[in-house]
């Protein structure tokens, strides 16, 4: 391999016949480079789709409630089933170890907020201090709630960054009073939501101070927890469905509703949709995968062809350098050193080009599946492992060949 | 320097066997030049590439230099013909991507010499064909005789016991080969023992001794009054 003599030779060889050398060399490259565009992207949708998936918390669990659909024990179908807050406080005890977060909530829909002569409709929820971190709201300025504003039923509100533009024209609102159905609210705090426009139109106010304001009494509008992520994908999935069984068979004792209604009680179990997402994107990768490496096969036949065609060409040189005392090793070091080096060379090639093209265009690409197409090192290194394996493997079968050519048929005069 | 007794080939051609040798003995001193001669089919060829060690015989024994030639796998023949021969072909057979100089050297890069060591050499031999100046030319560019020439230099480059000509002359005009035969002469009278395959009477009078093959057997074996090239030139 680091016989200087050997290079020389494949060098030769190879500026010898450039055109056959540069066909090879695209072949081999333009299988490298798509295999790298193709990863980057695949990588692209994962990370699109990860942003995707961010505007809430991944690990989040809802839990509201319907009316009933089907009758059970006596009692007929349609009847409105409604939380509490003694079932808030009931699935927190009870499944305390598998909570991470827990917020129980009571939303007014859509709501008209004035502030002075400004006046806008958005979504006021009436939600606990960890709603913070189950909806991945960043605080800008200010705070979010708290305890004591839960416990003492304050009239503070948290609002979106989309509400501070509209209602406060940009304006720093902390301090400022705005009013609901008459009602006047502090606000405290301004947050940014990675769910983007639709999620900074919520406003937040104590659940407590909603149930007050807004004839709530102890109704809960809808739980939403997030499960703590420890271990894999695999088993906090696992940990959360059995978590929503359990939850979803109290409920359904205490309210008496059929085991098999699945209406009346509604559970979002975000991570069960990001699992289902994640395979998707699993899919796509390995669908690259395959076809970047069918395309690195083609061009690593291509080079095996080629490599053949060169050794019939140089059967008369190589039974020449047999009958001077070459051994056949040494031939097969030849055919094989130059099949390497011709896959390592221009597969480097392609994957500098596919790198290249990822890092010029992955930055414009604006697209809400598609969020920073890269490829990382380790992934890099897999592909030029791969075209090592490659180029010894096109290299075989010729320099096999190469080793088996007898001197006497090789020099035979034509 | 050569001993072949009773040597026996023959050829598969489909059903049929072709008996190509059959039977030949003769022993061949150091420092002998000696002509094979034959018709076409007559089995020189055969003799020679056995003799070359390009293939093997079916029966009989073969010994150079002392060293019995038997059974030889890839690698040990590959061996003994860099250490032991020297080819010189009717077609040349340079590798036409590499200069003259690089052809010589090519034995002497299967000997793993050092590459300073081994281009000197491999100079050396150059000049003595008298081609010290052409050292850097690719084959294209020289001659016929010339090919030739850097053909010998190369058979002569890793110093061998013997020389295998076939043919030498072959592709030659007359004059380039009475030029190719003098060489050939020289190198003997430096001791190299030698063997040329020619149909050719008049080369086969340059050598010291005549064998004449027909139909795989020698018919005739002598000694001949040498003939020197010079003369010609």
């Known amino acids: ?89 009931d699935v927190s005890r009870n499944y305390d170890d598998y909570l991470e977060y827990r917020s129980g909530n009571y939303s007014i829909w859509g709501s008209l907020i004035n502030y002075k002569n400004e006046s806008g409709n958005f979504r006021v929820q009436g939600v606990m201090p960890d709603f913070q971190f189950i909806e991945n709201a960043d605080i800008s300025e200010g705070r979010f709630l708290n305890e004591s504003d839960i416990n003492e039923a304050k009239k503070v509100i948290v609002v979106g960054n989309k509400v501070k533009t509209e209602l406060f024209k940009g304006k ?143 059967t008369k040189e190589i039974g020449i350098r047999k009958a001077l005392g070459a051994q056949p090793l040494s031939i097969i070091g030849m055919i094989l050193q130059e099949s390497i080096f011709v896959t390592m060379f221009s597969g480097l090639f392609g994957l500098i080009a596919g790198l290249g093209l990822l890092e010029l265009v992955g930055p414009t690409i604006d697209n809400d599946f598609i969020k920073y197409p890269q490829v990382d090192f380790n992934t890099a290194l897999t592909t030029v492992f791969i075209l090592v394996i490659a180029g010894t493997f096109a290299g075989f079968l010729p320099a096999y060949r190469a080793a088996k050519i007898k001197p006497i048929i090789a020099l035979r005069d034509e | 320097m050569i001993q072949i007794k009773d040597l026996h080939k023959s050829y598969k051609m489909g059903s049929n066997s072709l008996h190509v040798l059959k039977g030949i003995n003769f022993n061949v001193e150091e420092g002998e030049l000696v002509s094979i001669m034959g018709s076409s089919g007559s089995g020189k060829s055969t003799l020679l590439n056995i003799l070359g060690m390009l293939d093997e015989a079916d029966e009989g024994s073969y010994t150079l230099d002392g060293v019995p030639i038997k059974n030889l796998n890839e690698r040990v023949a590959a061996k003994y013909r860099n250490k032991f021969l020297g080819f010189i072909f009717q077609s040349f057979n340079l590798i036409n991507y590499k200069s003259a100089l690089d052809n010589v050297a090519l034995p002497l890069y299967y000997q793993k010499m050092p590459r300073k060591e081994r ?98 057997i020698i018919i005739d074996d002598h000694k001949v009054e040498q003939i020197r090239a010079s003369q010609y030139v």
């Open chain 1, 172 to 314: 720093s609102p902390l301090g400022e009073y705005v009013s609901i159905y008459g009602i006047q609210f502090k606000v405290i705090g301004v947050f940014f939501d990675p769910g983007g426009e639709r999620e900074e139109s919520n406003v937040y106010i104590p659940v407590t101070s909603a149930q007050k304001a807004f004839n709530g009494g102890d109704r809960v509008r809808d739980m939403a927890f997030t499960v703590p992520m420890s271990g894999s994908l695999n088993e906090a999935l696992e940990l959360s469905e059995d978590l929503v069984a359990g939850i979803e068979y109290d409920l359904k004792q205490k309210y008496i509703i059929a085991p098999d209604d699945i209406a009346a009680i509604r559970v979002d179990n975000t991570l069960e949709e990001a699992k289902k997402i994640y395979s998707l994107v699993d899919i796509i990768r390995a669908v690259f995968w395959f076809v970047g490496i069918g395309t690195i096969i083609a061009g690593v036949v291509g080079v095996g062809n080629i490599m053949i065609i060169i050794v019939k060409e140089r």
């Open chain 2, 119 to 216: 281009m000197d050499r491999a100079f050396h031999y150059l000049e003595k064909v008298g081609l010290a100046e052409w050292s850097h030319h690719l084959p294209s560019e020289l001659s016929g005789g010339q090919k030739q020439r850097v053909a010998i230099a190369r058979a002569l480059a890793s110093d061998p016991k013997v020389l295998l000509a076939d043919e030498p002359t072959g592709a030659l005009d007359s004059k380039t080969s009475h030029e190719v035969m003098e060489l050939i002469q020289g190198i003997n009278d430096e001791g190299k023992t030698i063997l040329i395959v020619t149909h050719e009477p008049d080369i086969a009078q340059m050598t010291k001794r005549i064998v004449n093959l027909k139909d795989g």
């Open chain 1, 1 to 89: 391999m680091f016989d200087i003599e050997r290079w020389q030779e494949v060098f030769e060889t190879l500026s010898k016949n450039k055109l056959r050398t540069a066909l090879t060399c695209i072949s081999v490259a333009s299988g490298i480079f798509i295999l790298i565009v193709l990863l980057g992207f695949s990588s692209g949708i994962q990370n699109g789709v990860k942003d995707q998936f961010s505007s809430d918390a991944t690990n989040k669990l809802s839990i509201r409630t319907r009316s009933t659909t089907k009758g059970y024990k006596g009692l007929n179908p349609g009847r409105n089933i409604q939380l509490k807050m003694e079932d808030f406080i």
